[in-house]
């Protein structure tokens, strides 16, 4: 049992509570007192913005005082310490081992986070991943392409975040631009790239698919088909466009959803939530990686319109006693409404109109929400990745022609004021 504040509300830790994690911090902020604690001692700007700062109680800096920070937690006796966001992840294993709380084994916790180590986490539990090696040496990763015969592959960094400086690449020259673009830099993740991943090319379409796990067991809360278009940059680079809510009952999601849980089962994905993005090949599904933590795509309102429950409020309820929402629910999502996920592109620098966006897209009959990855008036760059894509609007509706339509309207705005 947990120490409480005040008003009989139990301590929560939530680790690295940025971008879609704040939705789990405000969230939870009504029944829990929260605990904020940075995985590390500075966070990129892109990403620091979202932090809820107002719902923490305490906000904490782990790795400035590991040991004063551990013992301020013991004190508090948390219910639950939960990775927020991808930065999170480590930390929040370490945290939940060490107080004996629901999580995941701190063991394999570098392969949750390090695509190398990942997929031979699932070469050795049997489950099919694509072939792929790792080095800091250019030389080497050309000879291991030419050795396996492989045409195109991508060429990305071991541990990063948004589609940062991944490319796919059909030539040596155009590996050894992609390899010098991401070698020796600082990433995302505030982590430098000693090394460099290239990996077959796989061809299908990709997905995403999202779970809670609790004691081993894995509920998919909702899955999605994306949609990528060419780079507004006019090279090679695919960006996302958009992602539609999958139909749970196609031969995709029947072919897709075992495999994923094999992969949390590889990765020792036990407890808490998952986003998994793959691709589905002739061969059969294929991962690109796993996170365990909250989708990109979290939106507890769309999606409880969408499937009656969303991965946020789920993720809060496995680190219940009893877990009852959760363990209610079947184990594949029901799709009650249609849904789309748009990217925003940026076309060229200019400060970003959110008010105006907002006030155009609102007139859409299937427009749900947006979600702004930039304030009012911040300069916009062309869209290249995830990362400088302006934000997200989600569109819901029972008629899908009704999504369709309000997806052209909005890239005629788009090309209006962005």
């Known amino acids: 049992m947990g120490a409480t504040d005040s008003a009989g509300r139990p301590v929560l830790a939530l680790v690295d509570a940025l971008t879609t994690g704040a939705l789990l911090a405000r969230q939870a902020a009504a029944d829990h007192r929260i605990v904020h604690i940075r995985s590390r001692a500075g966070l990129p700007e892109t990403f620091a913005a979202s932090l809820p700062v107002e719902v923490f109680a305490a906000d904490l800096t782990y790795p400035a005082d590991p040991e ?45 986070r390090d695509k190398d180590l990942m997929m031979a986490a699932l070469v050795r539990a049997g489950v099919p991943a694509p072939r792929q090696h790792s080095s800091s040496d250019l030389g080497d990763l050309l000879s291991w392409r030419r050795e396996r015969g492989l045409h195109r592959v991508v060429v990305k960094p071991l541990d990063s975040a948004g589609s940062e400086d991944v490319y796919a690449c059909d030539t040596d020259d155009e590996i050894r631009a992609a390899y010098e673009a991401a070698i020796g830099k600082t990433n995302l993740m505030l982590c430098p790239n000693e090394a460099v991943l290239v990996q077959e090319y796989l061809e299908g379409d990709e997905y995403v698919v999202n779970t809670v796990s609790r004691d081993g067991r894995h509920w998919i809360t909702d899955a999605w088909i994306s949609r990528k278009r060419p780079a507004v940059t006019g090279d090679k680079r695919l960006i996302y466009d958009y992602e539609d809510l999958l139909d749970p009952d196609t031969p995709a999601a029947h072919a897709l959803f075992p495999y994923v849980e094999r992969v949390l089962d590889a990765l020792a994905v036990t407890d808490g939530p998952g986003h998994t993005e793959l691709i589905l090949t002739p061969a059969g599904p294929r991962l690109l990686e796993t996170g365990a933590r909250v989708s990109g795509l979290a939106n507890p309102v769309a999606l409880t319109r969408c499937t009656g429950a969303d991965q946020v409020g789920l993720t809060l309820d496995c680190h219940t006693a009893d877990a009852p929402l959760l363990t209610a629910r079947p184990p594949r999502y029901e799709r009650r409404e249609h849904a789309r996920c748009i990217n925003l592109v940026a076309h060229r620098a200019l400060p970003l109109p959110t008010t105006e966006l907002e006030a155009a897209l609102s007139r859409l009959p299937a427009f749900q929400s947006s979600r702004f990855r930039k304030a009012e008036g911040t300069v916009t760059r062309p869209t290249v990745d995830l990362n400088s894509s302006p934000g997200v609007v989600f569109l819901v509706h029972r008629d899908p022609s009704e999504i369709e339509r309000g997806y052209k309207a909005l890239r005629e705005i788009e090309h209006e004021l962005l």
């Open 68 to 112: 004063g920070v551990t013992a301020r937690l013991a004190a508090l006796e948390p219910v639950a310490v939960i990775a927020a966001s991808e930065f999170g992840v480590e930390t929040a294993d370490r945290l939940a081992a060490r107080f004996g709380l629901r999580g995941n084994d701190p063991a394999l916790s570098a392969a949750r």
